[in-house]
């Protein structure tokens, strides 16, 4: 016959299970406790999404690598913030600087991958950007910049980082400068699986489509709903869009104050800004109780030069 001490404390036991199974949106012990996310690497100090500039935010000490995920004619994943080559950026194959006028007839989702490795995407000083270090690049596979960052963390005996990578789509341009959704999510999360890294994946996207589609296909997968500036709906209403609780909501920082962030903290909901470039912003975003920042010079952050 079972005592009435061993039930008591048998449901004790289920009820401690179950709170911590329902805290954990809040509570997820891997991610961590304050997120400095580097943007683009680094982009304030190196080229965009490069290896260098993933490679400069490790030695800062970022937490999370964030990162703009395209993919290429023969179905690679590349790192590339825009499905075409950004004129602001790049140095064509025959060392002439692309212009504004050109730079969407320059498709990554019609170019093979290696087409793409012959556009430079480093040597073009940024205009907005003028600290930046200038040296050769090209846009990556995603595939490459795991293997570089976790082969850094294995010869640093260093902390594992995060990966925050956004899906760069729109209903506009799909089949034109991207797959579909279900296509674009299942590409990149078969470059996932096989890095062996979705435990320290984030997948961002302004496009709630490809974010739907991983809490269909891919349920443990973390998510962050990116939010524009001009999008003044309630944070219910872009709930309700979304059709689902994501792991983070991540609006322009702009759009931040503290109850907004109280409101996703009473939903389980981590808030991580963007893009937040100067200490009195970093400030203001911690004192209305962010989760972490997202930010071009992630070394304001760390403090490390």
């Not at 991207?178 to 996932?192: D, G, Q, R, S, Y």
Request: proline share 7%; with cysteine; glycine share 4%.
């Amino acid at each position: 016959m079972i005592k009435f001490r061993e039930v008591t404390e048998l449901m004790l036991l289920v009820a401690l299970i179950f709170a911590c199974h329902a805290s954990k949106k809040v509570t997820d012990p891997l991610l961590p406790a304050f997120d400095i996310e580097g943007h683009r690497g680094c982009r304030g100090l190196m080229p965009e999404n490069t290896i260098p500039a993933m490679m400069k935010a490790l030695e800062l000490g970022v937490t999370t690598l964030e990162m703009d995920a395209v993919i290429t004619k023969d179905k690679q994943v590349i790192l590339s913030h825009e499905p075409f080559f950004n004129h602001e950026i790049t140095t064509g194959p025959d060392g002439r600087n692309i212009t504004e006028q050109e730079e969407r007839n320059l498709n990554i989702y019609k170019m093979t991958y290696a087409q793409t490795q012959t556009y430079d995407v480093g040597l073009k000083p940024h205009p907005r950007f003028p600290n930046q270090q200038r040296l050769k690049a090209t846009k990556p596979l995603l595939r490459e910049v795991i293997e570089n960052v976790e082969a850094y963390h294995k010869l640093k005996d260093g902390a594992e980082v995060f990966y925050n990578i956004e899906t760069k789509t729109q209903p506009a341009t799909d089949n034109k400068y991207h797959p579909a959704p279900e296509e674009f999510v299942k590409t990149l999360m078969n470059v996932i699986h096989d890095a062996k890294i979705s435990d320290r994946v984030i997948i961002q996207s302004f496009d709630f489509r490809t974010l739907q589609v991983l809490h269909k296909r891919y349920p443990a997968m973390k998510t962050a709903a990116l939010i524009e500036e001009y999008d003044k709906r309630a944070l219910e209403e872009q709930l309700k869009a979304l059709g689902f609780t994501p792991t983070i909501y991540s609006p322009a920082y702009s759009l931040v104050t503290p109850e907004l962030v109280a409101k996703c903290h009473q939903l389980g909901i981590k808030v991580i800004p963007w893009t937040v470039n100067d200490i009195a912003s970093i400030d203001k975003m911690k004192a209305a109780g962010v989760d972490g920042i997202i930010s071009d010079y992630p070394d304001l952050l760390t403090n490390k030069p």
